[in-house]
């Protein structure tokens, strides 16, 4: 029969798709909440002030594309003088956050020395023993 196929190649090219479908989600890595966000860039930092002014002359435009379009002309046509106050404000906001960084790794650091020190205290080390888990007995000449 012409155009028919076997279930048992669609069942194997199935098996297949599930199982990358499965290590992709098993490689998805969870993100701490705590950690701080990075900070703008000199540019968004002028896209926050330039969408607010664009929504007020344009409050008939949803469309993000527009703004971004609008934006990104807008920065291209600044001079590097005018770019001055956002790069500055970006420096800031860099500072800051390299800031709360070090103060997170810090933390991080402190909460795996905590668990290393509370694991090896929990833990018992007895050197009688061999790696069989038999006694050695010492022999006096």
Do not use: I
Not at 103 to 126: F, I, L, P, T
Request: net charge positive; hydrophobic share 25%.
């Amino acid at each position: 029969m012409k155009g028919v196929k076997s279930k048992a190649g669609a069942d194997s090219k199935l098996g297949v798709r599930k199982k990358a479908t499965e290590t992709k989600k098993a490689k998805k890595v969870v993100k701490d909440p705590n950690k701080p966000k990075r900070p703008p860039n000199a540019f968004f930092v002028f896209m926050e002030e330039f969408r607010k002014t664009y929504k007020e002359k344009h409050p008939n435009n949803k469309s993000v594309a527009a703004v971004s379009k609008a934006g990104g002309d807008a920065w291209k046509k600044l001079s590097d003088a005018e770019k001055a106050p956002y790069r500055a404000k970006a420096e800031k906001r860099k500072a800051e956050y390299q800031k709360n960084m070090d103060a997170y790794n810090r933390k991080q650091a402190g909460d795996a020395e905590e668990e290393e020190s509370d694991k090896s205290k929990s833990e018992v080390h007895d050197d009688d023993k061999d790696d069989d888990g038999s006694e050695e007995e010492e022999e006096d000449d």
